[in-house]
């Protein structure tokens, strides 16, 4: 039988990048089907989240990022740009934010088409992988491509049911905290959730006492 799981996750969060292609590899491996649902990050639910947090929150973060990703051999750059723009010395997040609504609105069209995690996979070795200008060209198209799916449909969705989307959205953070977390990347599994890049093997073994199998 195969096993679900959501996965909550955001274009913004370099741990959820970091998880996301173990994740993927896990659902190749074995009778595993994890759903992608994209949220929108904290920087757009609650603007002043970095303002509030510690001095040393942001440089912790950076450097234990850059070790996770060189210890699993992960791919790891700043991204060029951030999907969330924001002003460094302040942490003031700008009120125009050119990139991460239509990024999240493509992430839940491909997740109205099964592929979210796959795409969201695809997008995040472009925007935390080192790629420069990944929001430029044909990068996107490539990335929507290799996740068997057509950019040029998911803009056209993403500016006609832009809506509609962002209720779905909002209905994928709302589960999120009634699965008991607020964070991502939390992948839930039979309702139990499982937060973080490093909580991969705890969720697999939690899988595999309920009947998970390779394929």
Excluded at 90 to 97: G, N, P, V
Excluded at 137 to 148: K, P
Excluded at 170 to 176: C, P, V
């Amino acid at each position: 039988m195969t096993l679900t799981a959501d996965l909550f996750w955001s274009f913004r969060s370099p741990y959820s990048y970091l998880a996301t292609g173990r994740y993927r590899a896990l659902a190749a491996s074995h009778d595993l089907t994890i759903n992608l649902r994209p949220v929108y990050p904290l920087a757009i639910r609650q603007p002043d989240f970095f303002e509030r947090n510690h001095p040393n929150w942001l440089s912790y973060t950076m450097r234990d990022m850059i070790r996770v990703a060189q210890f699993h051999g992960i791919p790891f750059g700043p991204p060029r740009p951030d999907p969330i723009v924001q002003n460094v010395a302040t942490r003031a997040i700008a009120e125009e934010q050119p990139y991460i609504y239509r990024l999240t609105r493509l992430g839940q069209a491909a997740s109205r088409r099964g592929k979210s995690l796959a795409f969201a996979h695809e997008v995040g070795q472009l925007i935390w992988g080192g790629a420069q200008d990944w929001h430029l060209g044909d990068h996107l198209a490539g990335a929507a491509r290799r996740a068997g799916l057509d950019l040029a449909e998911l803009d056209a969705e993403a500016v006609r049911d832009a809506e509609s989307l962002d209720t779905e959205i909002a209905a994928n953070q709302l589960a999120l905290e009634l699965a008991g977390h607020w964070g991502v990347p939390t992948l839930v599994f039979d309702g139990e959730p499982f937060f973080g890049q490093d909580r991969i093997e705890l969720a697999k073994w939690r899988m595999e006492q309920k009947g998970l199998r390779a394929r």
